[in-house]
């Protein structure tokens, strides 16, 4: 069964309070745009019958209407030809046609009533087509917007939540971390520095003092040396 089961109660719908009612309303749009326009389709094909079989009743009227001038005609020419009994019977037959013609233009008139009603159920369709599309399309839109939104305000909840919290102060004392252990190895490595260049100087200093040490025992003759040189020399005198 359709969401309509009558053309009035599509044209005469209150959208907004349908909507309202519905707790699927983008389904619901969906719905009455497939009801309106298979709908419309109908209306459009039994208005295009109507308007062929006003065509046909159209050229039914004309043939009569021939036949009425015809039969008049004749019956001008019976009674100028003094032939009254076929004047008489030509004057029938053209009340015949007249009461034929009555007819015809009746039914034509009611097929005109159909038709420009069927034309302006028409209209009021596509009408209220119109606006339960534009409705869908900003119903689509919303639904759209509040998903962005309902993504935007769960990313900005997980962000200002205990978690996240936590993760940015574990992420700054890891940085702290990091920080102190930098500043530690430039000292120390400083320090090393500063290390190496004392134990130099004072490595400089005992090999200094270790030379000059040298140094004077190797200029100053020992005692067993002396006395040798000189008994040399009074043997040789």
């Not at 619901?28 to 326009?37: A, D, F, P, S, T």
């Not at 069927?118 to 009021?124: H, L, P």
Request: include cysteine.
């Amino acid at each position: 069964m359709g969401v309509f089961s009558r053309l009035g109660d599509i044209i005469n719908s209150n959208i907004n309070a349908m909507l309202d009612k519905a707790e699927d309303p983008e389904k619901m749009i969906r719905l009455m745009i497939q009801e309106m326009e298979d709908t419309l389709v109908d209306l459009k094909s039994s208005c295009a019958a109507k308007m062929a079989t006003r065509a046909e009743m159209e050229r039914d009227r004309d043939t009569l209407l021939g036949k009425h001038q015809r039969w008049e005609q004749r019956a001008a020419l019976a009674v100028e030809r003094g032939r009254d009994d076929l004047a008489k019977e030509a004057l029938l037959e053209k009340k015949q046609c007249a009461g034929q013609l009555e007819y015809a233009e009746k039914d034509l008139e009611h097929y005109e009533g159909l038709i420009s009603e069927c034309k302006s159920n028409i209209a009021q369709l596509e009408q209220k087509l119109e606006e339960v599309t534009l409705k869908h399309k900003m119903l689509v839109q919303r639904s759209i917007h509040a998903n962005e939104k309902k993504r935007a305000r769960t990313v900005m909840s997980n962000a200002t939540g205990a978690q996240a919290v936590m993760r940015f102060g574990e992420l700054e004392n890891r940085i702290e971390r990091m920080e102190a252990d930098a500043d530690l190895a430039g000292s120390t490595a400083a320090g090393s520095d500063l290390e190496r260049e004392f134990d130099r100087l004072e490595s400089d200093d005992a090999i200094e003092e270790e030379l000059a040490a040298l140094k004077k025992t190797i200029s100053k003759p020992s005692g067993k040396g002396a006395a040798g040189k000189n008994t040399a020399e009074k043997t040789d005198g």
